[in-house]
């Protein structure tokens, strides 16, 4: 399992960490995960948060 920081998972999804601290403080965006006082996200989580903004075209089977 490997994990990243809010620094590092912000990049990935193209978005502050600050909006990342917004999305915890409202239950929204990816799983997190509290190590203390730390807050690292899991990659596999991040990857599902993006499937799941997933938009389709007429065009794909």
């Known amino acids: 399992m490997q994990l990243v920081t809010p620094d590092d998972a912000a990049r990935l999804l193209t978005v502050t960490p600050a909006t990342l601290a917004t999305w915890r403080a409202r239950h929204t965006g990816p799983a997190y995960v509290k190590l203390g ?25």
């Open 37 to 61: 006082h730390a807050v690292r996200y899991r990659t596999a989580d991040l990857e599902a948060f993006i499937d799941s903004r997933r938009v389709g075209t007429r065009t794909q089977a």
